[in-house]
């Protein structure tokens, strides 16, 4: 496989785009290594490039009055950080923390005259940066609506879901899972306590597995709930 194919896969626009603003593309692009749990942006920090994530998940979070963290989403390979993009189209301080999950991240830079070079001239680009706005909106809203609307407990249903790898393993603390949801470990403890007893989880250390997927399902959308 040619390097130029490659970086066609790992960049969503790179296959749309003209011949010109691809070699443009590849000539200014950097690739840096973030190590696992390593901040790459904090609140009030100059966004002066674009990052795309080549491989790993970077977390993006705050941090509330009372210390507590929550996760506003994840960024995974081919996606970009749009609070980013927003800072540096507008110029204003990026509002956030970013963070290198557990297994660290690889990402792929834009300086950002170089991006706007590309916005342009570039429907491709244009295209990619209006779609990662519009799913990100999206996210967020939705996020919204479930910290207003569910019960803890149905959160971390949600959390748990989402986070699920092929084998139906969520490999994260039990104060991961506190950090994402805003909440303490204590909390955490006792839910996931609940949901074992019921025989749709198992907990082992640092991880939980998931027994019963459809059961865990039906939890959240009110099908089954015991009290």
């Known amino acids: 496989m040619k390097p130029s194919d490659h970086l066609r896969e790992i960049i969503p626009f790179a296959g749309n785009m003209s011949a010109e603003a691809f070699g443009f593309l590849n000539d200014n692009l950097k690739r840096n290594t973030v190590a696992p749990g390593a ?3 904090h609140p009030g920090d100059v966004v002066n490039g674009v990052y795309i994530v080549q491989s790993g998940t970077i977390r993006v979070y705050y941090v509330g009055p009372d210390g507590r963290e929550g996760t506003l989403y994840w960024i995974e390979a081919g996606e970009s950080c749009i609070l980013a993009l927003n800072s540096l189209f507008t110029e204003m301080p990026y509002p956030a923390f970013a963070a290198a999950e557990a297994d660290g ?3 792929l830079t834009l300086s950002g005259a170089v991006f706007r070079e590309l916005f342009s001239k570039d429907a491709a680009v244009q295209k990619f940066l209006f779609e ?3 799913n990100r909106v999206y ?3 939705k996020m919204l609506e479930e910290t207003m609307r569910l019960p803890q407990e149905d959160r971390l249903i949600l959390l748990l879901l989402g986070q699920a790898d ?6 994260l603390s039990q104060e991961n899972l506190a950090r994402h949801l805003g909440t303490i470990r204590e909390v955490i403890s006792r839910l996931l306590r609940n949901l074992a ?7 082992a250390p640092r991880k939980v597995l998931i027994l019963d997927r459809k059961r865990l399902q039906a939890m959240v959308s009110g099908e089954q709930r015991e009290i």
């Open 132 to 134: 990662q706005l519009s």
């Open 39 to 41: 901040d790459i942006l």
């Open 105 to 107: 991240v690889e990402i």
């Open 166 to 171: 092929e084998e139906d393993t969520i490999r």
């Open 197 to 203: 007893s019921q025989g749709v989880i198992a907990l």
């Open 139 to 141: 996210s967020l809203l």
